[in-house]
């Protein structure tokens, strides 16, 4: 099945600063690929997602980029905030799999 | 709108106890998901469903039992607990399902001693 992997596990940004995670995954079959925040005690929500027919795709401060030849895919935070303090899972599927498969999450820590 | 709500917030049970957890969700979403997340683990998936009616097994299923009488229910099950799922249980729900954003619960933490 699917694994998917993440790196660094624990990331420390000056606050302004910018911010990258990247993910590699295993299947080449996988099409979609979001990424989630989840704040000390709360729920996972998602912050952007990919889809393999495109590269790059940019809301305000994040970015995703996706390169499926080398099957890795890479959260991109400009201008880091304390709020951006959390960890970030990434995950990969595709259709007929019925499983999102996650990362084990990128902990982040913006320092003011 | 509640989005996904999850009964009970937290919970403590002895090994061998039985209980059930909650998932219920007001959005009409035909997928929906219970997942276990662990420490340096992420999440992982233990069962899911595709429509009312129908459950399958995920990555981790062993330990738990799953129902969706109703569409916007979700049960997961612990018949014997282990210290083992000692964990954060989360529910997820989706419309369009597996390539599309997942709504999380706010989760339960469940101990097992």
């Known amino acids: 099945g699917e694994n998917v992997e993440q790196h660094p596990s624990t990331l420390s940004v000056q606050e302004g600063d910018s911010a990258v995670i990247k993910c590699t995954y295993s299947d080449s079959a996988s099409n979609y690929f979001p990424w989630y925040k989840q704040e000390l005690g709360k729920r996972p929500q998602l912050i952007i997602d990919i889809r393999s027919n495109v590269g790059e795709k940019k809301d305000q401060r994040i970015a995703v980029t996706l390169n499926k030849t080398a099957k890795h895919f890479s959260l991109h935070i400009t201008e880091t905030q304390p709020e951006d303090s959390a960890v970030y899972f990434c995950a990969a599927a595709y259709y007929g799999n019925n499983r999102l498969a996650f990362g084990k999450g990128n902990q982040v820590v913006v320092i003011p | 709108n509640a989005g996904v709500t999850q009964t009970p917030k937290f919970r403590v049970l002895k090994t061998g106890q039985s209980m059930t957890l909650l998932c219920a969700q007001d959005m009409n979403h035909e997928y929906m998901y219970w997942y276990r997340q662990d420490p340096g683990m992420g999440l992982r998936l233990i069962h899911y469903?595709?429509?009312?009616?129908?459950?399958a097994k995920g990555e981790v299923p062993d330990g738990y039992n799953v129902s969706r009488l109703k569409k916007q229910n979700f049960l997961l099950g612990l018949e014997s607990a282990a210290p083992s799922q000692t964990s954060v249980y989360f529910c997820?729900?989706?419309?369009?399902?597996?390539?599309?954003?997942?709504?999380f619960g706010p989760g339960t933490r469940l101990t097992v001693t």
């Open positions: 469903s595709v429509g009312e009616g129908t459950t």
């Open positions: 997820a729900s989706s419309y369009w399902g597996i390539l599309y954003e997942q709504y």
